[in-house]
């Protein structure tokens, strides 16, 4: 497409590609929230029974309130990908489940327990949740087979948290075959692997996952997409990732909201959004 001249009508202005200011971003973004997707809708996306859902969730960080009424449900095996602009507070919907945040309102379930104010401990241990950091959160100078020893630190019984080490060294030979050398010296797809994989040690239904795919060279990008689906269809696992790689994160997920000042703006199934004129616009960098 060709930019016409900057003299031009103002008509112009709506067929060339302008560049959208972070302003333009959020006056649109706030459009489409007052619009945002039922709860009806939500819950069709999921299809049948939730595994994980959420509801009028009001929540944020002291008396900062960051996420409005926010809706969310995912299926048993299922994924779902939260994209939107940086702020939005994707990685808040993560901490809130986890319990980081403060919840000021509505609820979080998993399955058909409610599971809103249990601190991160019980979220592990008895909700069947795990969260695997955004940051780069190995141990550098233990081993691989420590850091994934550490993955259990609330089991009491060092003999299940030893026997849940090689399960995960069994399925994954890349760790095994390093599981005496320093974390330090993996390459950044590998440490991402032992991230995940240390959440697997306590056995979760549910992985929240935030940013797999940041500061990774692409081929690391498509073995850490690679290993998350192996999880989700092999295993079972119902998996909500953030990913700032948004044409990436729509691939992989069934299902895909983009969060807006802290709503839910539009929802879809991931290769709907991937086609939605909006999303691309706005969010996959067209
Ligand atoms: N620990 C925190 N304490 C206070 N404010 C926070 C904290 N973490 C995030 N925020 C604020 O919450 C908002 C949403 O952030 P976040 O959920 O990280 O957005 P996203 O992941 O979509 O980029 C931002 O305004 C951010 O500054
Ligand atoms: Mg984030």
Redesign the pocket.
């Known amino acids: 497409m060709s930019r016409q001249g900057s003299g031009n009508s103002r008509q112009a202005l709506g067929e060339v590609e302008t560049a959208l200011s972070v302003d333009d971003v959020a006056r649109e973004a706030a459009l489409i929230a007052a619009r945002g997707p039922k709860r009806e809708e939500l819950k069709t996306l999921a299809g049948g029974a939730p595994r994980l859902s959420i509801e009028s969730l009001t929540a ?3 008396r ?1 309130e ?1 996420l409005h009424q926010i809706d969310l449900y995912v299926g048993p095996g299922q994924s779902l990908c939260l994209i ?10 993560l ?1 809130s489940i986890y319990g980081f945040t403060n919840i000021r309102g509505g609820c979080i379930c998993m399955g058909d327990t409610e599971i809103t104010h249990l601190s991160p401990k019980d979220k592990l241990r008895h909700a069947r949740i795990a969260y695997i950091l955004q940051d780069n959160s190995v141990f550098p100078d233990m081993t691989v087979e420590e850091n994934l020893n550490m993955g259990g630190y609330l089991l009491n019984d060092r003999q299940a948290v030893r026997e849940a080490t090689e399960r995960v060294l069994d399925k994954y030979p890349r760790l095994a075959e390093r599981r005496q050398q320093r974390a330090g010296v993996l390459s950044g797809g590998e440490r991402r692997l032992l991230e995940i994989s240390r959440a697997l040690i306590m056995q979760p239904e549910a992985l929240l996952v935030d940013e797999p795919s940041i500061g990774l060279e692409p081929r690391y990008i498509d073995m850490v997409f690679g290993i998350l689906d192996d999880l989700q269809h092999q295993d079972g696992k119902t998996i909500i990732l ?1 990913e700032q790689n948004a044409t990436k994160g729509l691939e992989f997920a069934d299902i895909g909201y983009v ?1 807006v000042s ?1 709503q839910v703006a539009l929802a879809g199934r991931g290769d709907e959004l991937l086609k939605n004129p909006e999303v691309e616009r706005l969010f996959l960098g067209g």
């Open positions: 944020g960080y002291g900062m960051i939107g602009p940086n702020g939005a507070g994707k990685s808040t919907v901490h953030v969060l802290g």
